[in-house]
């Protein structure tokens, strides 16, 4: 199990760490090259499979066996757009979806599952893939193979220049050009064509498979995408939900239980006061100086209440200082590491990576008996990475009703996400990451 010195350092390590998204251009070229050449064939294929099978569907769309033919191609186009999806991200960069697809119920007949594909409208939009894709993969292919063959042929022309047949009859291009008819002036002109092809190979073939894979995108994965964004939105709308009324819950029980009970006994007191006033003034002294103590304490209980909501140092002084301070006045102690570069974020950045911090240090005080913690705030690219780390004896888990569940919603709110490494026996590490 590796030490809080070693989990520390890991994380302070991680605040100069970059990820590298970018391939080397070679290796790029490679994958760009072999997306367009092995794209021509199953183009190729798919067009004359599902062309075929949507003729025959159709033409014999009045009869009964047009119906399963229609199917059959439908579910050819999906296998090929199945294909498509594994392919595009080494083009694109982007993690594989796939989408939605309609299933018939089980124990559905059979005529039921033959319709199933049918009233499907991502099987068409797949169908429509193989089909059209065929024009645009023709054109990236010729494209990436006359490139490559006029970069190799022109770098090398010199190597080959000797083989050549030059007639006395003959004119070459360099001739027409008036460059000469020297085998000097040929290799001179060939050779500058191929530096051209090879400088502009990368930029050429790229732009092929980006215009192969985006419309494969378009298609293929564009509807489960914004299906997929709906989801977390709405997984977000109910985690925002969740976690504000979990903070109104617990600041009503807090006011209930702290300055209610306590403006209740001042109102009390008060009273006794002005019955004692005439009868006993040296006891009507007494009860004021006690009602004065009641609202001084009322008054601190409001003003933590404020703090643990938006205190003011956040909006005046940001989150570093706002930290500090919730730091400073940590029942166990905080060694906190805060990102110098990090600047001041949105409001709604700010107050929620307080909330976690602020809430992770209380369930750390309460129920882990770690005798000293770390934080460390940093930023990589987009990100704000947020570890809290104790020496206490773990166990830690997010379940409804705890802390670590209202920061977990709070992190969904927001875009974020919440990860808990807590063995038995601790260490334990909350991990928290938060766009902005």
């Known amino acids: 199990m590796p030490s809080v010195d070693d989990m520390t350092t890991t994380a302070l390590a991680s605040v100069s760490a970059q990820p590298t998204a970018r391939r080397p251009m070679l290796r790029q070229l490679a994958a760009d090259t072999g997306y367009v050449l092995l794209g021509f064939p199953i183009a190729v294929a798919s067009f004359v499979v599902l062309i075929t099978g949507l003729a025959l569907g159709v033409g014999l769309g009045i009869t009964v066996i047009g119906l399963p033919i229609l199917a059959g191609a439908l579910y050819a186009a999906r296998g090929f757009a199945d294909i498509e999806r594994l392919r595009m991200p080494g083009v694109l960069r982007q993690d594989r979806v796939r989408p939605y697809y309609r299933s018939a119920e089980e124990g559905a007949s059979v005529w039921r599952r033959v319709i199933t594909p049918i009233i499907d409208s991502q099987s068409w939009l797949d169908l429509a893939h193989g089909i059209i894709k065929f024009p645009i993969a023709l054109f990236?292919?010729?494209?990436?193979?006359?490139?490559?063959?006029?970069?190799?042929?022109?770098?090398?022309?010199?190597?080959?220049?000797?083989?050549?047949?030059?007639?006395?009859?003959?004119?070459?291009?360099?001739?027409?050009?008036?460059?000469?008819?020297?085998?000097?002036?040929?290799?001179?002109?060939?050779?500058?064509?191929?530096?051209?092809?090879?400088?502009?190979?990368?930029?050429?073939?790229?732009?092929?498979?980006?215009?192969?894979?985006?419309?494969?995108?378009?298609?293929?994965?564009?509807?489960a995408e914004m299906r997929n964004r709906i989801t977390v939105l709405e997984e977000q709308k109910r985690a925002a939900v969740s976690a504000?009324?979990?903070?109104?819950?617990?600041?009503?029980?807090?006011?209930?239980?702290?300055?209610?009970?306590?403006?209740?006994?001042?109102?009390?007191?008060?009273?006794?006061?002005?019955?004692?006033?005439?009868?006993?003034?040296?006891?009507?002294?007494?009860?004021?100086?006690?009602?004065?103590?009641?609202?001084?304490?009322?008054?601190?209980?409001?003003?933590?209440?404020?703090?643990?909501?938006?205190?003011?140092?956040?909006?005046?002084?940001?989150?570093?200082?706002?930290?500090?301070?919730?730091?400073?006045?940590?029942?166990?102690?905080?060694?906190?590491?805060?990102?110098?570069?990090?600047?001041?974020?949105?409001?709604?950045?700010?107050?929620?990576?307080?909330?976690?911090?602020?809430?992770?240090?209380?369930?750390?005080?309460?129920?882990?008996?770690?005798?000293?913690?770390?934080?460390?705030?940093?930023?990589?690219?987009?990100?704000?990475?947020?570890?809290?780390?104790?020496?206490?004896?773990?166990?830690?888990?997010?379940?409804?009703?705890?802390?670590?569940?209202?920061?977990?919603d709070r992190l969904t709110a927001n875009g974020g996400r919440l990860e808990v490494l807590s063995p038995v026996g601790g260490p334990t590490e909350v991990r928290a990451e938060l766009p902005c």
């Not at 709604?348 to 005080?365: G, I, K, M, P, R």
Request: glycine share 10%.
């Open 140 to 223: 990236s292919f010729i494209v990436t193979i006359t490139w490559w063959a006029g970069a190799i042929g022109g770098c090398l022309y010199w190597s080959y220049a000797w083989a050549i047949p030059n007639g006395p009859d003959d004119q070459d291009l360099a001739e027409l050009l008036g460059l000469g008819d020297s085998i000097g002036a040929r290799i001179a002109m060939y050779s500058a064509f191929g530096i051209f092809f090879l400088i502009t190979l990368p930029v050429v073939v790229r732009g092929c498979a980006l215009l192969e894979a985006s419309f494969g995108k378009g298609l293929l994965t564009g509807v």
């Open 244 to 408: 504000e009324a979990n903070a109104l819950r617990r600041l009503e029980r807090d006011i209930h239980d702290g300055p209610q009970q306590r403006l209740v006994r001042l109102a009390m007191d008060l009273g006794r006061a002005q019955q004692q006033m005439e009868s006993d003034p040296d006891a009507a002294r007494r009860t004021l100086d006690e009602a004065l103590t009641q609202t001084r304490d009322t008054l601190a209980e409001l003003r933590a209440l404020s703090r643990g909501i938006a205190p003011p140092i956040l909006v005046d002084r940001g989150l570093p200082s706002a930290l500090a301070a919730l730091a400073a006045r940590g029942v166990i102690p905080v060694d906190l590491t805060v990102d110098p570069k990090l600047g001041r974020l949105e409001p709604s950045v700010e107050n929620t990576a307080y909330f976690v911090v602020a809430e992770a240090l209380t369930n750390v005080a309460k129920h882990s008996r770690a005798t000293e913690c770390w934080v460390v705030v940093s930023r990589l690219g987009e990100q704000l990475k947020i570890d809290i780390i104790d020496d206490g004896e773990g166990g830690a888990h997010v379940s409804k009703g705890h802390g670590l569940a209202g920061i977990a």
